[in-house]
T-cell receptor
Framework: GAVVSQHPSWVICKSGTSVKIECRSLDFQATTMFWYRQFPKQSLMLMATSNEGSKATYEQGVEKDKFLINHASLTLSTLTVTSAHPEDSSFYIC??????????????FGPGTRLLVL | GESVGLHLPTLSVQEGDNSIINCAYSNSASDYFIWYKQESGKGPQFIIDIRSNMDKRQGQRVTVLLNKTVKHLSLQIAATQPGDSAVYFCAESGEYGNKLVFGAGTILRVKS
């Protein structure tokens, strides 16, 4: 149980285009989903927290107009990188917390999406 | 805040030996801790967790120890196998509400 998927697993795009990444909880309902960014040989950096049906809460320094997050259902959250630039190239990982039989704080992670902006 | 580690510490162990990975956490108000394993190019995988009202918790081949006095967490892996090679992250939760705060990570290399 507690399986989280992401799509696509990798994407290459031209500078200036927008890219949408999907995060799905496959076997549980995710009341909260998180989006992280990870650079090589570094730890995970939390970008934003999204609760189903409400606006995402962004961490300090993360541009909400650049990284659009939608959590439309209890099993799906999307991250859209708008007008992507080479510096947005990174590994993006989502995680999800379920209800109610999972420990509240435990986050289960997706496999990640590698974004390369040319 | 988040943890940044440009030079992750590396632990090299011989296959079959026991591994101990350490983590120092920062917030004494944290009351829940998790260890994750991350293989190259993949997302973190849940290994084991522990609450602050416990000192030790055991799983399959893994044990987590919590020392609240010195704010220290450790992950012990018994009979380490090549498949255990990965980056291991500790994470803490509590005062931050929904959030997990991740440590810098430790690279575990298992030599056959």
């Amino acid at each position: 149980g507690a399986v989280v998927s992401q799509h696509p697993s990798w994407v290459i795009c031209k500078s200036g285009t927008s890219v949408k990444i999907e995060c799905r909880s496959l076997d549980f309902q995710a009341t909260t989903m998180f989006w992280y960014r990870q650079f090589p040989k570094q730890s995970l950096m939390l970008m934003a927290t999204s609760n189903e049906g409400s606006k995402a809460t962004y961490e300090q320094g993360v541009e909400k107009d650049k990284f659009l997050i939608n959590h439309a259902s209890l099993t799906l959250s999307t991250l859209t990188v708008t007008s992507a630039h080479p510096e947005d190239s990174s590994f993006y990982i989502c995680s999800a917390r379920g209800v109610p039989h999972f420990i509240q704080e435990t986050q289960y992670f997706g496999p990640g999406t590698r974004l390369l902006v040319l | 805040g988040e943890s940044v580690g440009l030079h992750l510490p590396t632990l090299s162990v011989q296959e079959g030996d026991n591994s101990i990975i350490n983590c120092a956490y920062s917030n004494s108000a944290s009351d829940y801790f998790i260890w994750y394993k991350q293989e190259s190019g993949k997302g973190p995988q849940f290994i084991i967790d522990i609450r602050s009202n416990m000192d030790k918790r055991q799983g399959q081949r893994v044990t987590v120890l919590l020392n609240k006095t010195v704010k220290h967490l450790s992950l012990q892996i018994a009979a380490t196998q090549p498949g255990d090679s990965a980056v291991y992250f500790c994470a803490e939760s509590g005062e931050y509400g929904n959030k997990l705060v991740f440590g810098a990570g430790t690279i575990l290399r298992v030599k056959s």
